[in-house]
């Protein structure tokens, strides 16, 4: 259980990254397209993303998750308010909370 909790804690420490990447990448698709619809199935995709993501971490609840993701997830808000409104950011943030809280209840 231990080498799956450090997996995701990599995961975490790496979004960072990857979402600047992906917001980057995301710019330059939006301006190469006009579409609407690709950015629509685009957000879609990255909220499928998190819900993957708050499903691994309520499977793997310990200290090491826990620390990892309070750790290196609020440097991804940044560059989710970029591609998300608001209002789905902080919904975004409300899931992963639950996720990180889901055993802990209990």
Do not use: W
């Amino acid at each position: 259980q231990y080498e799956s909790s450090k997996n995701i804690g990599d995961i975490m420490k790496a979004l960072e990254y990857l979402f600047k990447f992906i917001v980057q990448s995301s710019h330059l698709h939006s301006k190469a397209s006009t579409i609407d619809r690709s950015f629509n199935k685009f957000q879609n995709s990255l909220l499928g993303f998190f819900d993957k993501l708050n499903s691994m971490i309520k499977g793997h609840p310990n200290r090491l998750t826990t620390a990892k993701t309070l750790k290196y997830f609020p440097h991804t808000i940044p560059e989710l308010n970029k591609i998300l409104c608001l209002e789905t950011t902080c919904q975004v943030c409300q899931h992963c909370a639950r996720a990180l809280c889901s055993r802990t209840l209990r």
